[in-house]
């Protein structure tokens, strides 16, 4: 697919996806959802990307959803734009690689919630974050009121959304919203650092951590330590595991072949 509103780099087994509509901050069209669900599809089918990146061109990250594409809306296509959405979100979140979010600038309503369907969220001193829907006479609708619950509780989640208040990266860090974060200037440049390190991890170990992660975690305890076994002992059965193991009885570094 040719992308129109999305920049898409692969350097080093990393996938850079940039939001490019930057007249608009990169509001989230019906457009750009369809290149962005094919991009996170290239990026499952590819077995050389390891990791991804996503990012903004220009001052923002997503400023959301598109509101002049949005505001006629009536409920049976709100709801098509919402199945579409959560469809592609949930695809990055299960992703069996690691996602990360180079949160440049504004990410708003729908740009937020991207960055809650990625694994690991770094952000830049210019970020902004939040979920202003309410203040516009809806909700969040791409999984804003459930994952932002799961990860910073439910009381922090109700004062962001019902507030609409926007959130700087320094509360955002002691929200356990963002991971890290960076002067603007470095932002990529430490992103890329660390998701050159998880290129380098043995990818089959990467993917049955994320699996666990994401599938224990909504399951009962004895469940999801279940689930962890049954991940960690299929981590037996690969190359990878063996050679790991080798190297440090040998007091070498491994060399990973990603099965
Ligand atoms: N949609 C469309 N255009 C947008 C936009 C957005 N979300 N955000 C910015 N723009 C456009 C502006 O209209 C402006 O266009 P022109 O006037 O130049 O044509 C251009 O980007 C530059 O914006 P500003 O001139 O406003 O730039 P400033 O630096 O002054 O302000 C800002 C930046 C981010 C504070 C401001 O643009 C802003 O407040 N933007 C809106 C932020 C926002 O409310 N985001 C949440 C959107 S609601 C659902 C599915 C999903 C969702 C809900 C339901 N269903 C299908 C039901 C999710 C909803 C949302 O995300």
Same mark, same amino acid.
């Given at each position: 697919?040719?992308?129109?509103?999305?920049l898409?780099?692969i350097?080093?087994?990393i996938a850079? %996806?940039?939001f490019?509509?930057?007249?608009?901050?990169?509001?989230?069209?019906?457009?750009t959802?369809?290149?962005?669900?094919?991009?996170?599809?290239?990026?499952?089918?590819?077995d050389? %990307? $390891?990791?991804?990146?996503l990012?903004?061109v220009?001052?923002?990250?997503v400023?959301?959803a598109?509101?002049v594409?949005?505001?006629d809306?009536?409920p049976?296509?709100?709801?098509?734009?919402?199945?579409?959405? =959560?469809e592609?979100?949930?695809?990055?979140e %299960?992703?069996? $690689?690691?996602?990360?979010?180079?949160v440049?600038?504004?990410?708003l309503?729908?740009?937020?919630?991207?960055?809650l369907?990625c694994?690991?969220?770094?952000?830049?001193?210019r970020a902004?974050?939040?979920?202003?829907?309410?203040? !516009?006479?809806i909700?969040p609708?791409?999984g804003g009121t459930?994952?932002?619950?799961?990860i910073?509780?439910?009381?922090?989640? $109700?004062? %962001?959304?019902?507030?609409?208040e926007?959130?700087?990266?320094?509360?955002?860090?002691e929200?356990?919203?963002?991971?890290?974060v960076?002067?603007a200037?470095? !932002?990529?440049e430490?992103t890329v650092?660390?998701? $050159?390190?998880?290129?380098?991890?043995?990818?089959?170990?990467?993917?049955?951590?994320k699996?666990?992660?994401n599938?224990?975690?909504e !399951?009962?305890?004895? =469940?999801?330590n279940?689930?962890?076994?049954?991940?960690?002992a299929?981590?037996?059965?690969?190359?990878?595991?063996k050679?790991?193991m080798?190297?440090?009885?040998?007091?070498?570094?491994?060399?990973?072949?990603?099965?």
């Amino acid at each position: 697919m040719e992308y129109k509103n999305l920049l898409f780099d692969i350097e080093d087994g990393i996938a850079t %996806i940039s939001f490019n509509r930057p007249k608009a901050l990169n509001a989230m069209n019906a457009e750009t959802m369809e290149e962005l669900n094919s991009a996170i599809r290239r990026c499952n089918d590819d077995d050389a %990307i $390891k990791v991804v990146i996503l990012t903004g061109v220009g001052k923002a990250f997503v400023a959301g959803a598109d509101i002049v594409e949005m505001q006629d809306k009536e409920p049976v296509d709100a709801l098509k734009i919402m199945e579409r959405g =959560h469809e592609t979100y949930r695809s990055i979140e %299960i992703l069996p $690689k690691p996602v990360i979010a180079a949160v440049n600038g504004f990410a708003l309503g729908g740009g937020t919630e991207i960055t809650l369907a990625c694994d690991i969220r770094f952000a830049s001193d210019r970020a902004l974050f939040g979920t202003p829907e309410i203040g !516009l006479g809806i909700i969040p609708g791409w999984g804003g009121t459930q994952r932002l619950t799961r990860i910073v509780g439910m009381g922090r989640a $109700k004062e %962001i959304v019902l507030s609409g208040e926007t959130i700087d990266p320094q509360r955002a860090y002691e929200l356990g919203l963002v991971n890290r974060v960076f002067p603007a200037e470095t !932002l990529m440049e430490e992103t890329v650092k660390f998701a $050159k390190k998880l290129s380098r991890m043995p990818a089959f170990a990467v993917k049955m951590a994320k699996h666990a992660i994401n599938f224990g975690a909504e !399951l009962a305890i004895d =469940h999801a330590n279940r689930l962890e076994m049954e991940c960690c002992a299929q981590c037996f059965s690969t190359h990878d595991q063996k050679e790991g193991m080798k190297a440090f009885v040998e007091k070498r570094k491994p060399n990973y072949i990603g099965r």
